[in-house]
């Protein structure tokens, strides 16, 4: 009884510790960019819902700077849908997204 007790113990534990450990994902950046060039087109040079600049545009520390932006955007619109999208991607994805954004049009 007391091993039982033990290793569910291990387990909620380690559920606690480390929430992400099952639903781990591999970053693959090309179907991710796919994904990206849907709405933004195949070189980023479409406006996007009436935005001011096309991202094909924008350099990288400006990616980032709009990444953060959505990232602390509240719900609902289209700073809502990007902030819904740019969530499932941590700082170093982020970047890898912005330089190919970046090298794309050089």
């Given at each position: 009884?007391?091993?039982?007790k033990v290793v569910i113990g291990s387990v909620l534990?380690?559920?606690?510790?480390?929430?992400?450990?099952?639903?781990?994902?591999?970053?693959?950046?090309?179907?991710?960019?796919?994904?990206?060039?849907?709405?933004?087109?195949?070189?980023?040079?479409k406006k996007v819902l009436h935005a001011t600049r096309?991202?094909?545009?924008?350099?990288?520390?400006?990616?980032?700077?709009?990444?953060?932006?959505?990232?602390?955007?509240?719900?609902?619109?289209?700073?809502?849908?990007?902030?819904?999208?740019?969530?499932?991607?941590?700082?170093?994805?982020?970047?890898?997204?912005?330089?190919?954004?970046?090298?794309?049009?050089?």
């Amino acid at each position: 009884m007391f091993i039982k007790k033990v290793v569910i113990g291990s387990v909620l534990l380690s559920a606690l510790l480390f929430p992400n450990f099952l639903s781990a994902k591999n970053f693959n950046l090309e179907q991710t960019v796919k994904k990206c060039q849907k709405c933004h087109g195949e070189d980023f040079e479409k406006k996007v819902l009436h935005a001011t600049r096309q991202i094909g545009l924008f350099s990288k520390s400006e990616l980032m700077e709009v990444f953060d932006k959505y990232d602390k955007a509240p719900d609902g619109g289209r700073k809502g849908l990007m902030k819904i999208i740019l969530k499932k991607y941590n700082t170093q994805e982020r970047e890898q997204i912005a330089d190919f954004i970046v090298n794309k049009n050089k």
